[in-house]
């Protein structure tokens, strides 16, 4: 196995290669760690190695099966597909995989599946109905789960699994870091004014973006310490929000945060947008 686009993480990439030598590439893989963009890319990379009908090295890059993976368009890589503003994978999406997973590939030696981000994404019951097939998978099968921590996934998930951590490859701007802290805490404060004073600060869209970018990171972490995990960017925020927020409320305000990104990158004023999130914070905690 190559990873010609992949940095860092040695001793990741050698144990995948000693898998793939000893012909024990497992069934299912759980990626945690890194930031969200690097769990996807490694999930892709791995697929692309599934699919790839190279008889050498793997993936290629360059065979009809790679370029179809590079383009999302292979036939025997689906992409889970979850459902309402919180793309929750719900119980019919999993039927439907767990279905599928049983049709044999249409050109590859292999179907690869891939559900990211499933601490937020894959509710204990789509776990639940998922772990008899991850117990007994079909042949020709490869499974891939990303999120942020594989603590957020219950136990019986993670034994039927390989996980692999990324390493963290963030670069915060502390300045923006200070203000991301502010709008967490403002979020879960009594008084909406506090909230709405850190967000007039996002004066210009790049750093609104990155500061926002932030925000989420400390809903994440603030998710994985309340299931038992290490926040990765600041574990005083996390054990603070952890106190004030259930699940539902994390999953709740980080997509009203990336709502919030879309908006922006759309030319919406900064105040307006502003106003938006603040309202929207505290219709989604009002009845915390």
Known sequence: MIFPDIKGNENLKHSLMKLEKSNRMPHAVIIDGGSESARLALAEHLAMWAVCESGGEKPCSSCKGCNLAKAKAHSDIHYAKGEGKTEIYNKDEIMFIIKD??????????????????????PVISQNIFLKTLEEPPQDVLFILTCQSSKSLLETIRSR??????????????DYLELAKEIAAGMVAKSEMELLMATYKLDERAKALSVLDLVILLLRDGLAVCVGA???LDSETAETLCKKLTKKNYIELIEITKEAQ????????????????CAKCRRALWQR
Do not use: H, W
């Open 262 to 277: 879309l908006n922006i990158t759309r030319n919406v004023g900064l105040k307006l947008v502003s106003t938006d999130l």
């Open 161 to 174: 699994a390989v996980t692999f951590t990324l390493e963290s490859d963030m670069n915060v701007n502390e």
């Open 101 to 122: 997973s049983y049709v044999k590939p249409f050109i590859a030696n292999k179907k690869v599946y891939i559900l990211s981000e499933c601490d937020r994404k894959l």
């Open 230 to 232: 290490q926040a990765e």
